[in-house]
């Protein structure tokens, strides 16, 4: 690694970085600033490698790699590496796949899409830097939360922040095509993180033709083998956000021909116990006509989802607040 360093930075660089950083955390956080960004890589193109990194603990496993807790050994950045034995992409035959997902994710840059940071490869490996988030899969946390599902408050808010993140990802002419919780990290400051953009696809054309997607979140012109659009997008987000409200998703069956049948007859059965603001939101976003369901844009600024964003907000204020009162009884005590 060369560590001769064009690009040094200086102290004046800071002052936009520091703007919200609290007093007492001023000189660490300057600190820690300084460190990244007098890195080799900082803005100039750097070869990575494994040996930038130290390998942790392992953080899950997928079809084709496994994700470990990785450090940068110079500024001790952590990130989640995931890790690609190339014989076995080229096995599975998704190679092109992979490719696709290094060059979609690595260009989009939103709060609410996971980043690729960088990405290398040796002999044997493909090796990507993602951005961590600590809670992992939605999936699990829908699965562990009561009646495996979300109160409205919480469905609301993640609603949101996935329709935001899929705003950008049509201006940007992608479209996600594989929405569901498995494919949503979530954070340890509770926001979601769009990740797996293996079937995601750009839209220079608008209007494409290639089934893919999770079954029971396919829409009617994609069964039909349909050309398709965007908006593929809104009717998985109108089945994601059913499925945290109920805990399952409304076309599920036994056969692939009785999923099929249920999506096409758009037949959806709203339990008792969903509110009229969230029916609404639902069969909005659940229309046969790509055209006809409601724009993310429109997602936003729902009136179900303000309000019970609103409410998310307000409990975890609230809980942030108990837990500081928690610790100030307990140094009372002398704990
Ligand atoms: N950025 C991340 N931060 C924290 N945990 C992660 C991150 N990325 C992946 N993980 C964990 O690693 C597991 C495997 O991730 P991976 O992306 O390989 O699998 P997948 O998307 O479930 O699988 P596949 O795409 O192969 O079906 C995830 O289920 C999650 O628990």
Not at 230 to 255: H, K, M, R
Not at 318 to 330: F, H, L, W
Request: aromatic share 8%.
């Amino acid at each position: 690694m060369a560590h001769a360093r064009t690009k040094h930075a200086t102290r004046t660089h800071l002052p936009h970085l520091m703007a919200h950083v609290p007093g007492e955390q001023q000189e660490p956080v300057k600190q820690m600033c300084l460190k990244m960004m007098s890195h080799d890589a900082y803005g100039k193109p750097y070869e990575w490698s494994t040996r930038d990194f130290e390998m942790g603990a392992p953080l899950g496993r997928g079809k084709f790699g496994r994700v470990y807790l990785a450090r940068e050994r110079y500024s001790h950045y952590i990130v989640a590496m995931k890790v690609m034995f190339k014989e076995e992409l080229r096995k599975g035959n998704v190679q092109r796949q992979v490719l696709r997902e290094i060059e979609i994710q690595s260009r989009l840059k939103h709060p609410h899409i996971l980043r690729l940071l960088t990405w290398f490869h040796d002999e044997s490996r493909i090796y990507l830097a993602l951005e961590i988030a600590t809670e992992g899969e939605l999936f699990k946390h829908l699965r562990n939360a009561p009646n495996h599902r979300f109160d409205e408050p919480r469905a609301a808010k993640y609603t949101y922040q996935v329709a935001n993140a899929l705003n950008y990802c049509h201006l940007n002419n992608v479209i996600h095509r594989d929405l569901k919780p498995e494919n949503i990290l979530l954070t340890g400051t509770d926001d979601v993180k769009l990740a797996d953009f293996g079937w995601s696809a750009h839209t220079p054309t608008n209007k494409r033709k290639t089934l893919c997607g999770t079954l029971d979140y396919l829409p009617p012109e994609m069964v039909d083998g349909r050309t398709y659009d965007d908006s593929v997008d809104q009717w998985c987000l109108g089945i994601l956000c059913y499925e945290f409200l109920v805990g399952n998703a409304p076309f599920e069956a036994n056969t692939t021909e009785n999923t099929y049948d249920k999506i096409r007859r758009l037949e959806v059965k709203y339990p008792p116990h969903m509110s009229k603001g969230s029916k609404e939101l639902i069969s909005g976003l659940l229309r046969r006509q790509g055209q006809g369901r409601i724009t993310l844009i429109n997602v936003m600024t729902h009136p179900w989802v303000k309000e019970n964003m609103a409410k998310r907000a307000a409990e975890l204020l609230q809980k942030s607040s108990d837990r500081g009162k928690e610790n100030v009884q307990k140094n009372d005590c002398g704990i």
